[in-house]
């Protein structure tokens, strides 16, 4: 079975654009988390999909968004790039019921640098 | 609300010695409690995951974590180092509280191995 992908593997970015990443989950799977990873702050959860509905989001400006199209694909975009915004974005894949203890298993992510 | 302590940011062993990397939690909930492991530039990989049934818990490459409710902790345990073992480990907690499923993780511990 195919682990999850993310595209691009690196992006780079200047202050001010936007940008969208996308992830295509395990197949089978219909949730779709995302994370931001940053020295600074660790790893943080960004927002949760299922089933093309946003289950959870995280404490993030309204700058971050997502969807989830109906093949369970997910997209994130960020407006407005800042130099904070400098991660690497994790996206997991969970199995096919909403709110189970499945596992995530994570793509190898997306490097973005503002500059 | 949820919360993950890794109680030490890097651990160095030799190689072949014992492996004891230090978590405690803090959940409203019965938690489900995982450890992932994070190899330079790449994605996240789980070790092990615990949900409620043994409270030791066999991963893989020879880890293995114990789940102490009266002490709040899942501390991730390998008999004997290895080089290829050199990595960031992330102790995680599942928020099953909702019908999401958010995960939070610990700051990470950074392991190194000296041969």
């Known amino acids: 079975k195919a682990g999850v992908t993310q595209t691009p593997r690196y992006l780079i970015k200047t202050r001010g654009q936007q940008v969208t990443l996308s992830c295509s989950p395990i197949?089978?799977?219909?949730?779709v988390s995302w994370y931001q990873q940053t020295p600074g702050q660790g790893l943080q959860f960004l927002f949760e999909y299922f089933s093309e509905t946003q289950r959870n989001k995280g404490n993030f400006p309204g700058r971050f968004s997502g969807r989830q199209f109906s093949n369970s694909r997910s997209e994130m975009n960020v407006s407005t790039l800042e130099l904070g915004d400098s991660a690497l974005y994790l996206c997991?894949?969970?199995?096919?019921?909403?709110?189970?203890?499945?596992?995530?298993?994570f793509g190898p992510g997306t490097r973005l640098t503002v500059l | 609300a949820q919360s993950v302590t890794q109680l030490d940011s890097h651990v160095s062993v030799s190689e072949g010695t014992p492996v004891l990397l230090r978590c405690n939690y803090s959940s409203s909930y019965s938690p489900s409690l995982f450890w992932y492991v994070q190899h330079p530039n790449k994605g996240l990989q789980l070790l092990l995951k615990?949900?409620?049934?043994?409270?030791l818990v066999k991963g893989i490459n020879g880890f293995e974590a114990e789940f102490k409710k009266s002490e709040t902790s899942f501390h991730l345990t390998k008999p004997s180092a290895h080089m290829s073992d050199a990595a960031e480990y992330f102790c995680v907690v599942s928020d099953r509280s909702n019908a999401g499923n958010m995960l939070t993780f610990g700051g990470g511990t950074r392991l190194m191995v000296k041969p």
């Open positions: 197949s089978g799977h219909r949730s």
């Open positions: 615990y949900t409620s049934a043994a409270t």
């Open positions: 997991a894949s969970r199995g096919r019921l909403a709110g189970s203890t499945d596992t995530q298993y």
